[in-house]
T-cell receptor
Framework: GAGVSQSPRYKVTKRGQDVALRCDPI?????LYWYRQALGQGPEFLTY????????KSGLPNDRFSAERPEGSISTLTIQRTEQRDSAMYRC???????????FGPGTRLTVL | AQSVSQHNHHVILSEAASLELGCNYS??????LFWYVQYPGQHLQLLLK??????LVKGIKGFEAEFIKSKFSFNLRKPSVQWSDTAEYFC?????????????FGTGTRLQVTL
């Protein structure tokens, strides 16, 4: 596609439910990144893929968070047993390779009640 | 670990005023530097970037930034702001570790331009 797309754009869920957030990068982009942005803060790195390989997951806050990119294109960020503190904007970005500029998607606003 | 500091959290300027937003980072190794902008209701967009060479870089919409290595700074400037520059601005250095690269964003500066 023309840009990075994310779905859903908004997600409201109850505490304890699992959620899956999807990112569709720019076609041909090797690198894909996930960030989380709390209100009033800058985006915070979560994890990063080159093709289907997860290169760095040091930013995932705990083991309830996981991400995959099985075919080297679309990626899913999964949060299990959601908690209110997980409420944030989740942003995905892609780049041609790891040393190129990153293009961001519109984000998914997650609200955990 | 990489860290970045944006000194101005909220800036209000009149149209045609000059702008300078401060950014300092901590990393001493090879670093690329970026400024991203988020206009109201839109997603993050790249404003300008510095990889190497001329430390004064020019971006879109008349913005520029100067890399001063000795001060670990990458301040954003614009000689004359417009109402349409109202947005949130993020400084983001990028460090490299092995095959991975990741951006570290500042907390952002909200710019409000009044008519």
């Amino acid at each position: 596609g023309a840009g990075v797309s994310q779905s859903p754009r908004y997600k409201v869920t109850k505490r304890g439910q699992d959620v899956a957030l999807r990112c569709d990068p720019i076609s041909g982009h090797v690198s894909l990144y996930w960030y989380r942005q709390a209100l009033g803060q800058g985006p915070e790195f979560l994890t990063y893929f080159n093709y289907e390989a997860q290169q760095d997951k040091s930013g995932l806050p705990n083991d309830r968070f996981s991400a995959e990119r099985p075919e080297g294109s679309i990626s899913t960020l999964t949060i299990q047993r959601t908690e209110q503190r997980d409420s944030a904007m989740y942003r995905c970005a892609s780049s041609l390779y790891g040393n190129n500029e990153q293009f961001f998607g519109p984000g998914t606003r997650l609200t955990v009640l | 670990a990489q860290s970045v500091s944006q000194h101005n959290h909220h800036v209000i300027l009149s149209e045609a005023a000059s702008l300078e937003l401060g950014c300092n980072y901590s990393y001493g190794g090879t670093v690329n530097l970026f400024w991203y902008v988020q206009y109201p209701g839109q997603h993050l967009q790249l404003l300008l970037k510095y990889f190497s060479g001329d430390p004064l870089v020019k971006g879109i919409k008349g913005f520029e930034a100067e890399f001063i290595k000795s001060k670990f700074s990458f301040n954003l400037r614009k000689p004359s702001v417009q109402w349409s520059d109202t947005a949130e601005y993020f400084c983001a250095p990028r460090s490299f570790t092995g095959t991975a690269s990741k951006l570290t964003f500042g907390t952002g500066t909200r710019l409000q331009v009044t008519l």
